[in-house]
């Protein structure tokens, strides 16, 4: 993206490096809109870990997709495999 210097400037000088902030934007609103998983977001934007990429997203307001029929089934698979200890 092209801005002119006069503009481009002070927001790097208070934004840090333009480029990697458009991206970063571009990234969370194709997440919010479930337009990119989790593990593309990361895999994009180079992070280290599913826990990194779960604390970028939560800094930039968009939470993990997690539905309540999520947690139905992660509550019955908790309880199958307590059940069979």
Do not use: C, W
Request: hydrophobic share 45%.
């Amino acid at each position: 993206m092209e801005l002119p210097d006069e503009l481009a400037n002070p927001l790097e000088a208070s934004l840090g490096n333009l480029n990697r902030r458009v991206l970063e934007s571009l990234i969370v609103e194709a997440y919010r809109l479930k337009i990119l998983s989790a593990a593309e977001v990361q895999r994009i934007l180079k992070l280290p870990s599913h826990l990194a990429t779960d604390a970028f997203l939560k800094k930039h307001g968009a939470y993990l997709h997690y539905t309540e029929a999520d947690l139905v089934q992660d509550l019955d698979n908790l309880e199958r495999v307590l059940s069979e200890r």
